[in-house]
């Protein structure tokens, strides 16, 4: 009888195993999803308004258990966004249009755990952000590789806990968005600046607004970003809170935008990206359910900074 | 099964000691643990908490959840029914694993004999509940409320006899919790190390008070003194005596304590208030003459011990009740006529009741 069962066991195994497939490319029913895909958001794309309210999402890729815990997002390109974990250094590679992550790789030879809270992709390099604002820098990898990385002290854990990073393409830095102010005036949202050419912190806060201004007529006390990124069409700062499920948008020079709630379908957005379309990427932390990379359509505005 | 119990005997090199072949069964255990891990790279995430499952090869579509309604898989984090049904039957297969030396100890490691069988039972069958429970409320706290309001409308009273049931119990629970949250190493270690601790304090009776004499440290003064050549009588085997080690010591305690309880003036009513004993040579034929005499002349009569000697003559012991009326010559005249060609020597020892009971006649 053990052995009966351990055989049934260890085939069962076998069988799991073997569903799974190897991964190689899609199968047809796969692909034709794929194509109808592609057109929907086209149509949805075209068809939304360019007003200043967010609309109904264009999609929502609900995220397979590995990336449950998904933090940080940031665009590789076009047509190619980066996801990170909370709780360890494993990056995926996802085609956003389409819903299908493309590959995905770890950071460290290890395979590091930690608290990752963001990701900015600037040029061919990448840097991931822990809470303690230590930044790891890397370079993409292939399916299944751990990438080597170099590590970057910003000495700001005493500062500050930090839950975002972006790339800002016009000062060749990174913004490193302070989710709660450990040493000073905690009524204000700041906003640090790292120089990628120094490797080396801009000592003082790029953006330092009182938290009130910002908040405005919404009903929070308090707001903590989650994550930051740069719109490519305007330059504006764009940053998630995921406490208040607050959608917030700031000049360079720390004027408020806007600042609106999330819709309810956000339990806890952790990251957010703009594209250079149009396109506002939030993916949300899987709570109750599953993680999830919600696509809406982002206000289109004049370009104050050229498109990138 | 017997594959395990020979790689455990080979391990031990067949030694019986409980903690040699319980450590061995937990590195059979490790070893099996191990080669599932080669072979089936997500068996290992059971012990680490990480989940069986496994980081899909990318490229990996997905669900859009406007266009179809999130499954239950998605909300429980498997992937499919078989992933979920396996991660359940490993975890609770490693369960019974690690739960079953804990149920060895409970019904080996005790002073006083006599265990409950359904707490031994028990012992087994909860942490599998408990994992069981674990793996269905995890993550839900709307589930773990939902739980709650079940146990608390049922009622759970059960007095323990012994206060270590108790431990055993909560060590039950624990080694389910860890098999519910998949991290079965803890769970591992939890009952490898309780089991260790609990054989050792047994074997070296950790809390037994220093006052209390023990049964052979009780005996060992008397035997000294039986083997001292004071003038107080004869000691015929005195060079036996001296050369008994500490373990026979023991044995010969335990029986003294045997035979006290039985004759001994604490009792009021002793079911037998003597010991006969002889030697013989061929211990059935003598057995089945000196019977017939004891049936006839005393009240009741036990076979209480034959011990067998390489080289020299066996000793057979009887617990006898003395009748008012047989005195001890009486008896042991009547054994002598009846098997004296069978019997070498033959000793009546009287306890204190039959001594004041043979005076008073």
């Known amino acids: ?308 | 099964m017997s594959v395990f119990t020979r790689a455990i005997d080979l391990l031990t090199l067949g030694s019986d000691r409980p903690i040699r072949r319980l450590i061995a069964y937990y590195v059979v255990l490790a070893a099996v643990a191990a080669a599932l891990a080669a072979i089936f790279p997500a068996a290992d995430r059971l012990l680490l908490g990480r989940g069986i499952t496994l980081p899909e090869a990318s490229p990996i579509v997905l669900q859009d959840a406007l266009v179809a309604t999130e499954s239950t898989a998605d909300a429980l984090g498997a992937n499919s029914f078989t992933e979920l049904a396996l991660t359940t039957a490993l975890l609770l297969l490693g369960t019974l694993m690690l739960m079953l030396p804990v149920s060895w100890v409970y019904m080996s490691a005790r002073r006083e004999p006599g265990h409950s069988q359904a707490v031994a039972q028990t012992l087994l069958i909860l942490p599998i509940v408990v994992a069981g429970i674990v793996l269905i409320v995890r993550n839900s706290l709307a589930l773990a409320f939902s739980l709650a309001g079940v146990v608390a409308a049922v009622r759970f009273r059960n007095t323990m006899r012994d206060a270590r049931d108790l431990v055993f119990i909560f060590l039950a629970i624990a080694v389910g919790f860890s098999a519910g949250v998949q991290t079965l190493a803890v769970g591992a270690v939890l009952s490898l190390v309780f089991n260790l601790v609990l054989l050792l304090t047994w074997r070296y009776d950790f809390g037994r008070s220093a006052l209390a004499p023990t049964a052979s440290s009780q005996w060992r003064e008397p035997l000294a003194t039986l083997a001292t050549s004071n003038g107080n009588g004869t000691v015929p085997d005195r060079d036996i005596v001296l050369a008994l080690t500490p373990d026979k010591v023991d044995l010969l305690a335990d029986r003294f304590e045997r035979v006290r309880d039985v004759l001994g003036s604490d009792r009021k009513k002793p079911r037998f208030n003597a010991v006969f004993s002889f030697t013989t040579n061929s211990i059935a034929e003598a057995q089945v003459l000196v019977q017939k005499v004891l049936d006839k002349m005393t009240k009741r009569w036990m076979l209480d011990e034959v011990v067998t000697h390489s080289g020299k003559p066996s000793e057979v012991y009887y617990l006898v009740r003395m009748r008012k009326a047989v005195s001890r010559d009486d008896l042991l005249t009547a054994i002598r006529a009846r098997a004296g060609d069978r019997i070498g020597s033959a000793h009546l020892e009287l306890g204190e009741a039959a001594v004041e009971q043979q005076e008073a006649v």
């Open chain 1, 1 to 308: 009888m053990p052995r009966r069962f351990l055989a049934v066991l260890a085939g069962t195994l076998l069988a799991g195993t073997a569903c799974r497939g190897n991964g190689n490319g899609y199968s047809a029913a796969e692909a034709a999803e794929l194509s109808v895909r592609a057109q929907r958001l086209t149509q949805k794309l075209a068809a939304a308004s360019a007003d200043s309210a967010l609309g109904e999402p264009l999609a929502r890729w609900i995220l397979p258990p590995t990336m449950a815990e998904v933090s940080g997002l940031a665009l590789l390109d076009s047509t190619r966004l980066l996801a990170h974990n909370d709780e360890t250094a494993r990056i995926a590679v996802v085609d956003f249009r389409r819903g299908v992550v493309l590959n995905q790789f770890s950071v460290g030879e290890t395979g590091m755990r930690g608290d990752f809270e963001g990701i900015a992709v600037a040029g061919d390099r990448i840097f991931l952000v822990a809470s303690n604002g230590t930044l790891y820098e890397f370079a993409p990898g292939e399916e299944g590789e751990r990438v080597r990385y170099a590590e970057h002290d910003t000495r700001l854990g005493k500062e500050c806990e930090f839950e975002g990073v972006a790339h800002d393409s016009a000062t060749a830095s990174l913004l490193l968005a302070c989710k709660r102010v450990l040493k000073g005036d905690e009524s204000r949202l700041v906003i640090y600046r790292w120089d990628i050419g120094r490797r080396a912190l801009v000592p003082e806060p790029v953006i330092s607004i009182p938290v009130e201004e910002v908040i405005g007529a919404n009903p929070w006390d308090a707001l903590r970003p989650s994550d930051i990124t740069v719109d490519p069409a305007t330059g504006h700062y764009v940053l998630v809170a995921a406490q208040q499920r607050a959608l917030i948008e700031l000049t360079p020079g720390g004027e408020v935008v806007q600042t609106r709630p999330l819709p309810d379908a956000h339990p806890q957005a952790e990251g957010v990206a703009v594209t250079g379309d149009g396109i506002l990427l939030v993916s949300d932390e899987a709570s109750n359910s599953a993680g999830t990379i919600t696509l809406y359509r982002w206000p289109a505005r004049t370009s104050t900074r050229g498109t990138p």
